[in-house]
């Protein structure tokens, strides 16, 4: 089995199981930063630790809920097993499952998944980006003006050291109104599919992005830390930020204009 086909598999197998478990009523926990965390969570990443131990055991695991094994290994996998928790636990059907595999701090192949409305996206290295084997390209506008972004997370900018009023002040006067999916890597789908022109996130969590890095890029776009520069994905990051590419310069200029804010 090809490191494709195992991440497909993992994919689509966690998938029946969101499926089965989105309920109205869900019973959730609550972790310390507020996010919440359901059985669900729970069964798909060990389902993910043991697919892994089982067929990649010289390889590292960073995985959100638990289960993380790390030291010099050349490659790491990376998930996230529900990506969007807060709208699943909610009867809110905009969710995925993610699963990247890293090479020296390199994301090389990306998988993600939407099961609700059976959406595969994949990533690889010089291979291109698909969904459902379809070849998927980033939006062809050139200016951010009236353009569509998602912007995540207040708690995650603040953090970083940047002002969120100031970037959402920044969106309006370019007629772009700033949607939040409360969850990166779909929106991140967004854009690698066309649909939106950027999606940002101030996550220091590789589950959140390194997925969306190599799709976005092998469709055409852009993605990087907040000041514009690229970033190792088997260690914490400083913030995420995916574009079409043609406005990745005027995204990070806001960027740097909400740090200018709170620096003063």
């Not at 089965?20 to 009523?25: D, K, M, R, S, Y």
């Not at 353009?147 to 995540?152: L, R, T």
């Not at 969590?205 to 690229?230: H, L, M, P, R, Y």
Request: charged share 20%; hydrophobic share 40%; aromatic share 8%.
């Amino acid at each position: 089995m090809t490191h494709r086909e195992f991440a497909i598999d993992l994919a689509q197998k966690a998938g029946v199981i969101m499926r089965e478990n989105f309920l109205l009523g869900m019973k959730k926990e609550w972790k310390e930063d507020g996010s919440p965390l359901t059985v669900t969570d729970k069964r798909i990443n060990e389902m993910f630790v043991f697919a892994v131990q089982e067929n990649y055991p010289e390889y590292g695991i960073i995985a959100e809920e638990g289960g993380s094994t790390r030291g010099s290994e050349e490659y790491v996998w990376v998930c996230d097993p529900i990506d969007g928790t807060m709208p699943f636990s909610h009867g809110i059907p905009t969710f995925v499952f993610a699963i990247a595999l890293v090479r020296d701090g390199k994301v090389i192949l990306g998988v993600v998944y939407d099961p609700v409305l059976d959406r595969l996206f994949v990533g690889e290295l010089g291979q291109g980006a698909t969904m459902n084997g379809e070849p998927i390209t980033v939006s062809p506008n050139a200016h951010l003006q009236n353009s569509q972004v998602n912007c995540e997370s207040l708690t995650w900018w603040t953090e970083i050291g940047l002002s969120h009023e100031i970037i959402t002040q920044e969106f309006i006067k370019k007629n772009v109104y700033p949607l939040r999916h409360a969850t990166s890597i779909y929106s991140g789908m967004l854009v690698a599919a066309g649909e939106l022109s950027a999606s940002l996130t101030g996550s220091k969590f590789v589950w959140d992005c390194a997925s969306v890095k190599i799709i976005i890029e092998e469709a055409g776009g852009k993605a990087t830390d907040i000041n514009g520069q690229d970033q190792r994905y088997d260690r914490p990051l400083n913030g995420f930020i995916v574009t079409n590419g043609k406005i990745h310069d005027e995204v990070i200029g806001i960027l740097q204009k909400a740090r200018m804010h709170v620096s003063r």
